[in-house]
């Protein structure tokens, strides 16, 4: 659905009613007036339909024969994103439409930024506060490890759980000099925290709940979930 804001200024008429109409915002798949009725997403304009940016003169006739010359000028605003690979992420990042954002990505999660572990195509779908919808966004990864591990369960330790504030990150000496990525994931996929290297998080301003921890490294993954009280 693309947001449209749209001025129909009347020009010149014979017939006595003014033909005139104001888009004043965008809800789904309607176009809402200054007076609140709603319009279908392509606007228009006897027998002219538009949907794209620009300033179109038609001439209207009535019942009674008399012309009326309508210049509507308007302007179509999309939801335009792109989408960036940093590592093994990606991210979403939005130049055009209303925020705040929502974020619907072929993997199942819903946050603006997701982890990758494979090589492969994937898309992101954006929907704007005006509940206006993008195209699919894709992108293609092929610069990943030809394979990722989950890390031994035994190289990392985190505690302690369930926690009512700090949480620890410990090493084995395996992994002890690894460099890694580390983010707290919500039940529903969105990202709340992250850091690089970090040994020790603080989770004391998360409300209750269970939570996923997950550690990137070069070429291996470690997910934990973890109680915060």
Known sequence: MKNREVFKKHQAQTFPFPSAIEITSANGNYL???NGF??????????????????YTNVLLDSQGCDSTVVT?????EVIATVAQSG??????????LPPYTYTWN????????????????????????GCVSQKYFITVSSLPSSTFEVNQDD??????????VVNIELSNNIKYSN?????????????????????????????GIYTIRLV???KIFHSQIIVK
């Open 88 to 97: 093994g992420y990606l991210s979403a990042n939005i130049s055009s439409g």
């Open 32 to 34: 809402i007036d200054s």
């Open 38 to 55: 709603k319009y279908l997403d392509t606007y228009t304009i006897g027998q002219s339909s538009y949907n794209s940016s620009g300033i």
């Open 217 to 219: 490294f070069t070429d």
């Open 156 to 165: 990392i330790n985190i505690y302690p759980n369930p926690t009512d504030g």
């Open 180 to 208: 890694y990525n580390v983010r707290i994931l919500n039940n529903i996929g969105e990202v709340v925290y992250e850091d690089i290297n970090s040994k020790s998080l603080l989770m004391n301003h998360l409300s209750s």
């Open 73 to 77: 000028d308007l302007t179509v605003t």
């Open 107 to 130: 993997t199942g999660e819903t946050g603006s930024t997701i982890s990758i572990t494979n090589n492969g195509q994937y898309w992101v779908i954006v929907t704007d506060a005006n």
